[in-house]
């Protein structure tokens, strides 16, 4: 009498060239299959005639491991097929549970598939290249409170996440909610989102949109749902999340972006410049010297003060074309302007943040001097503080990556952060302060409202003039039927200064309101 023997194997997604050799090996050696109907369509080729295959239904699992275990004790080698590999939300687990239950002597073999995350991932790209994790949204057999905290804690790790069971008839809610958690977490809405329904069937279908955009409407029972980390890009239809080789050629070029970081920058940014060229409410002439001033410098107060004459494009060339412009001389010019503007020195602190790595507590807490750390994956980029908001010492602030003017610097409350955030998402990156600020001074214009009382700018001097640390560069007012608004700059050090500085103001007889600009 044979060895009793139950093979458990997974089939892959569906397609017949995705049985690995070893399975169809045990097809043609069973004399039982026990499965779901839907599947045996894609192993019969595989069996010896006269092979029984047991349907059990769907949902009926442990009635189709006791067949599997009762067929087995007979003597019978038994194959229990699972779609995807066996082992993943598959029978090999409850197989080996009744085994111990039934203290049982059949031997049991377990042979692996192409699961279905695995199958979808190769048709979307490379998109766990990285770190990743599986998830079901399946509460039959997990409470959905558990599932809730295991979306957190992938959305959190910054995991790419693959997702089972996204959607059926009775579960239309919960892929929403893990949408929601992924963007509560942080994940960026332009992550890319891949989702592939029937991987490797003849209905195969194949999406690649962003976080934002996905619509859990259009998946269901047969789709897996692939999420990006916050690395992971879309590019020349493929999503990719890059394993980190190119890490260590980037660090040998200090004044660059990091090989994969840059890629994905400038990708990414002109996906957008390209989504926004459809934008039909910006007239032509108009739109490609706003879209490229955005694109390079991320000043959004461009789009109100740009001008551009109407009928620009035209006219320029138009006027190449009759001769009237030397294409080579305006190119000389602008030459020559690029290297004026490089010549000239902004007032507002510009340095390299080469020399600046991510310090210890304790020796933050002892330094001498300030210091603004940024995401260490971009040492050795120049940057700017936001003349758009001033950010200054002890502000909480973020970076902004430009195209060709290294990192802008911006306070997290600036006036444009929200649009950054929408559009270019992508190009942020974390900075704060560290140690102490000593020495350097930042420029302030602050708004003061009140009632035209006399003597009220020689007070309002005053003050300033006795504030250790704090210099007055100018002042305006604005007089009119008794009240009066005016606009003061001033240097100061950091943010701890200035809120003194603002409190003391206020205090000043006919003052109403002290704002920062």
Same mark, same amino acid.
């Given at each position: $009498?044979? @060895?009793?023997?139950?093979?458990?194997?997974?089939? =892959?997604?569906?397609?017949? @060239?995705? !049985?690995?050799?070893?399975?169809?090996?045990?097809?043609?050696?069973?004399?039982?299959?026990?499965?779901?109907?839907?599947?045996?369509?894609?192993?019969?080729?595989?069996?010896?005639?006269?092979?029984?295959?047991?349907?059990?239904?769907?949902?009926?699992?442990?009635?189709?491991?006791?067949?599997?275990?009762?067929?087995?004790?007979?003597?019978?080698?038994?194959?229990?097929?699972?779609?995807?590999?066996?082992?993943?939300?598959?029978?090999?687990?409850?197989?080996?549970?009744?085994?111990?239950?039934?203290?049982?002597?059949?031997?049991?073999?377990?042979?692996?598939?192409?699961?279905?995350?695995?199958?979808?991932?190769?048709?979307?790209?490379?998109?766990?290249?990285?770190?990743?994790?599986?998830?079901?949204?399946?509460?039959?057999?997990?409470?959905?409170?558990?599932?809730?905290?295991?979306? !957190?804690?992938?959305?959190?790790?910054? *995991?790419?996440?693959?997702?089972?069971?996204?959607?059926?008839?009775?579960?239309?809610?919960?892929?929403?909610?893990?949408?929601?958690?992924?963007?509560?977490?942080?994940?960026?809405?332009?992550?890319?989102?891949?989702?592939?329904?029937?991987?490797?069937?003849?209905?195969?279908?194949?999406?690649?949109?962003?976080?934002?955009?996905?619509?859990?409407?259009?998946? /269901? $029972?047969?789709?897996?749902?692939? !999420?990006?980390?916050?690395?992971?890009?879309?590019?020349?239809?493929? $999503?990719?999340?890059?394993?980190?080789?190119?890490?260590?050629?980037?660090?040998?070029?200090?004044?660059?972006?990091?090989?994969?970081?840059? @890629?994905?920058?400038?990708?990414?940014?002109?996906?957008?410049?390209?989504?926004?060229?459809?934008?039909? +409410?910006?007239?032509?002439?108009?739109?490609?010297?706003?879209?490229?001033?955005?694109?390079?410098?991320? /000043?959004?107060?461009?789009?109100?003060?740009?001008?551009?004459?109407?009928?620009?494009?035209?006219?320029?060339?138009?006027?190449?074309?009759?001769?009237?412009? /030397?294409?080579?001389?305006?190119?000389?010019?602008?030459?020559?302007?690029?290297?004026?503007?490089?010549?000239?020195?902004?007032?507002?602190?510009?340095?390299?943040?080469?020399?600046? +790595?991510?310090?210890?507590?304790?020796?933050?807490?002892?330094?001498?001097?300030?210091?603004?750390?940024?995401?260490?994956?971009?040492?050795?980029?120049? *940057?700017?503080?936001?003349?758009?908001?001033?950010?200054?010492?002890?502000?909480?602030?973020?970076?902004?990556?430009?195209?060709?003017? =290294?990192?802008?610097?911006?306070?997290?409350?600036?006036?444009?952060?929200?649009?950054?955030?929408?559009?270019?998402?992508?190009?942020?990156?974390?900075?704060?302060?560290?140690?102490?600020?000593?020495?350097? @001074?930042?420029?302030?214009?602050?708004?003061?409202?009140?009632?035209?009382?006399?003597?009220?700018?020689?007070?309002?001097?005053?003050?300033?003039?006795?504030?250790?640390?704090?210099?007055?560069?100018?002042?305006?007012?604005?007089?009119?039927?008794?009240?009066?608004?005016?606009?003061?700059?001033? $240097?100061?050090?950091?943010?701890?200064?200035?809120?003194?500085?603002?409190?003391?103001?206020?205090?000043?007889?006919?003052?109403?309101?002290?704002?920062?600009?």
């Amino acid at each position: $009498m044979k @060895q009793s023997k139950i093979i458990v194997a997974g089939i =892959g997604p569906g397609n017949e @060239q995705d !049985i690995t050799p070893a399975v169809i090996t045990a097809l043609q050696e069973a004399d039982a299959v026990v499965g779901y109907k839907y599947y045996f369509r894609f192993v019969t080729p595989h069996l010896r005639p006269g092979t029984e295959c047991i349907d059990t239904g769907m949902k009926r699992e442990r009635v189709r491991a006791e067949q599997a275990f009762e067929l087995a004790e007979q003597g019978k080698t038994v194959c229990v097929i699972s779609s995807g590999d066996a082992g993943i939300y598959g029978m090999t687990p409850l197989v080996h549970e009744m085994k111990r239950e039934r203290n049982s002597d059949v031997e049991i073999v377990s042979l692996p598939g192409i699961s279905a995350f695995q199958k979808a991932a190769s048709l979307l790209g490379a998109p766990v290249g990285h770190d990743f994790c599986v998830i079901s949204l399946s509460d039959l057999m997990t409470p959905w409170e558990r599932i809730e905290k295991r979306i !957190i804690a992938a959305a959190a790790a910054d *995991f790419v996440t693959a997702v089972y069971n996204p959607k059926s008839d009775g579960r239309y809610w919960q892929l929403y909610r893990l949408k929601e958690l992924f963007l509560q977490e942080g994940r960026s809405p332009q992550t890319p989102v891949g989702y592939v329904r029937q991987a490797g069937r003849p209905e195969q279908e194949v999406h690649i949109t962003t976080l934002e955009a996905f619509d859990p409407e259009e998946t /269901d $029972m047969f789709t897996v749902v692939l !999420i990006g980390n916050s690395q992971s890009y879309e590019w020349n239809g493929a $999503m990719i999340t890059p394993r980190g080789y190119y890490r260590e050629e980037a660090e040998t070029l200090p004044r660059q972006l990091p090989t994969n970081k840059g @890629q994905d920058i400038m990708i990414r940014s002109f996906r957008t410049i390209e989504k926004e060229l459809k934008n039909g +409410n910006i007239p032509l002439d108009h739109k490609w010297a706003l879209l490229h001033a955005i694109h390079t410098t991320a /000043d959004f107060e461009m789009e109100k003060l740009l001008y551009m004459d109407k009928g620009a494009v035209e006219k320029l060339y138009q006027k190449i074309a009759d001769g009237a412009l /030397d294409v080579n001389e305006t190119l000389d010019k602008y030459v020559e302007q690029q290297k004026r503007d490089n010549d000239t020195h902004d007032e507002i602190i510009y340095r390299s943040a080469e020399g600046y +790595n991510l310090q210890a507590a304790q020796e933050e807490s002892t330094s001498k001097e300030d210091v603004l750390v940024i995401d260490q994956n971009l040492k050795g980029l120049e *940057f700017k503080l936001a003349k758009c908001c001033n950010p200054i010492y002890g502000d909480d602030v973020f970076g902004f990556v430009t195209v060709s003017g =290294g990192i802008k610097i911006h306070r997290a409350d600036c006036p444009n952060a929200t649009q950054m955030r929408e559009r270019f998402g992508y190009r942020i990156v974390k900075a704060r302060w560290a140690g102490k600020s000593v020495g350097t @001074q930042y420029p302030i214009t602050l708004r003061v409202v009140g009632h035209d009382d006399i003597g009220i700018v020689t007070n309002i001097t005053s003050i300033i003039s006795k504030e250790n640390g704090i210099t007055l560069r100018s002042i305006g007012i604005d007089s009119n039927d008794g009240l009066f608004s005016g606009t003061l700059t001033v $240097m100061v050090g950091d943010t701890g200064h200035l809120e003194a500085l603002i409190k003391k103001l206020r205090t000043v007889k006919g003052v109403k309101q002290v704002s920062r600009n």
